[in-house]
């Protein structure tokens, strides 16, 4: 597609000039005539001497390319060149940051600095600034007269939700990243790897170290799919006899933004393998579904209503469709959200805000997980990842309850070791269409 095969040269322009809007409204509504935006500070590590893996402001990164420069700065003014007050300080222990390079280069004005010390100096009176960032302490001591004031926050981030094309194309590119990752991490997986050797294999295939990856990757082997969010690699190899499954949730980042990418994968042909492929065929459909105007909690729903006739399908439940919808029986296999924003963080800001006031509509009462119930509109990009899981603590419930009757346990038994099944993809809405950019991405390789 042109939009997101354009060249970011081309693209920056216009992202920038949208950027300079937004936060000079948003200074506005802060009584301010500017804005500066600190990159973060590094933090300490509790009764150490090192430091935790730096993570830059997102509203630092918005703005240009560059995501591992602590202490600096941006400071924004109507009628002006953006400045870039890029911390160089000399020193022997760690790398200084070298001149920024790259096409963004010339809409700036780069200056170095050695200490934050010397902000102040190129700052002036900052009493008509408004202050971005976690370093609120040092906004205070040099006198800002507003700091995250709430209007200029909310005005912010509701408009973060509207990606521009220069935006898109970068998380297009994420994706492209990611998916090697993961052709290389199925290989790993179908050779019999352990979860510690197959997460590594995929950090070299996007030629990432772990904190430049948006989020840490979820590998998980059998059971341990059923864990949401599996926090661990295991480093024993699984015999070809007692492998059955993979879920692998892992990213890649692009110019500070994210791609997220779920897969899982059946060791083997039979039981498992059709219930991922039909899982498969619902989450393509449940795209199809999205139109514009349409709100994101309504679809979620019918996505419960598509699982749930999945669970009849396949026979692992008896019950009538409306009446797993009913009860909530659903949720036993689906327990999180169908997905949420993504892009200059994982699970981008504003998924409940509904203006740019504030106002907020939050998960409903049924589905509480869920992330995101904005209406959907284009310049958007979310994640779709449905599942299916087999979460033990869940289903003892339902075993317990009132509609144990209903579910086929012979058939639950035979899918536990599998753990369950999650697919995600990452979808940008532009012209009215939901456009695929993991399947697109997916189609080069």
């Known amino acids: 597609m042109t939009l997101i095969a354009a060249d970011l040269a081309n693209l920056y322009p216009a992202h920038l000039a949208s950027l300079q809007q937004h936060y000079l409204d948003a200074a506005m509504l802060a009584g301010a005539a500017g804005v500066v935006i600190a990159a973060g500070a590094l933090q300490?590590?509790?009764?150490?001497?090192?430091?935790?893996?730096?993570?830059?402001?997102?509203?630092?990164?918005?703005?240009?390319p560059i995501t591992e420069v602590p202490d600096s700065f941006?400071?924004?003014?109507?009628g002006k060149t953006p400045c870039l007050l890029l911390n160089q300080p000399e020193d022997y222990w760690h790398q200084t940051p070298a001149d920024p390079q790259g096409f963004w280069v010339e809409h700036w004005q780069v200056q170095s600095i050695q200490s934050t010390a010397e902000v102040r100096r190129h700052l002036g009176d900052a009493r008509d600034l408004l202050f971005i960032g976690e370093q609120t302490q040092l906004a205070t001591e040099w006198g800002f007269g507003a700091i995250n004031t709430p209007a200029a926050m909310h005005l912010l981030h509701f408009e973060r939700a509207y990606k521009s094309a220069y935006e898109i194309a970068c998380i297009y590119r994420a994706n492209q990243t990611a998916v090697r990752g993961h052709r290389v991490a199925e290989t790993a997986f179908r050779q019999g790897w352990s979860e510690f050797e197959i997460a590594h294999h995929y950090l070299g295939a996007i030629k990432h170290r772990e904190q430049q990856a948006p989020y840490g990757a979820i590998v998980a082997l059998n059971e341990h799919c059923a864990v949401l969010h599996y926090q661990f690699y295991?480093?024993?190899?699984?015999?070809?006899?007692?492998?059955?499954?993979?879920?692998?949730?892992?990213?890649a980042s692009f110019q500070g933004y994210a791609a997220d990418i779920t897969r899982t994968y059946a060791y083997r042909a039979g039981l498992f393998q059709d219930l991922v492929h039909h899982m498969d065929q619902q989450h393509l459909a449940i795209i199809d579904d999205i139109q514009t105007g349409m709100n994101y909690a309504d679809?979620?729903?019918?996505?419960?209503?598509?699982?749930?006739?999945?669970?009849?399908d396949t026979g692992l439940v008896t019950m009538a469709v409306d009446d797993m919808l009913a009860t909530n029986l659903t949720f036993t296999f689906l327990p999180h959200g169908l997905g949420h924003f993504l892009g200059l963080q994982t699970h981008d800001v504003a998924g409940f805000q509904q203006s740019r006031q504030g106002e907020e509509r939050p998960?409903?009462?049924?589905?509480?997980?869920?992330?995101l119930t904005r209406d959907i509109e284009n310049q958007q990009v979310f994640t779709i990842e449905p599942g299916l899981y087999f979460i033990p603590i869940l289903?003892?419930?339902?075993?317990?309850?009132?509609?144990?009757?209903?579910?086929?346990?012979?058939?639950?038994?035979?899918?536990?070791?599998c753990g369950g099944i999650r697919i995600e993809d990452n979808i940008a809405m532009l012209d009215g269409a939901a456009v695929n950019l993991t399947r697109l991405a997916m189609a080069e390789l």
């Not at 300490?44 to 240009?64: G, T």
């Not at 941006?74 to 109507?78: D, E, G, S």
């Not at 309850?401 to 086929?408: I, L, Y």
């Open 363 to 371: 998960a409903p009462a049924k589905y509480p997980a869920l992330r």
């Open 44 to 64: 300490p590590c509790f009764l150490d001497d090192s430091h935790y893996p730096f993570v830059v402001n997102p509203h630092f990164k918005a703005w240009l």
């Open 395 to 417: 289903l003892a419930k339902l075993r317990q309850g009132p509609h144990q009757a209903s579910v086929n346990w012979a058939l639950v038994e035979q899918l536990l070791p």
């Open 74 to 78: 941006l400071l924004i003014r109507a």
């Open 299 to 312: 679809l979620h729903a019918q996505m419960h209503r598509r699982l749930a006739q999945l669970l009849r």
């Open 234 to 251: 295991t480093q024993q190899r699984l015999a070809a006899a007692g492998l059955h499954s993979m879920l692998i949730d892992a990213g």
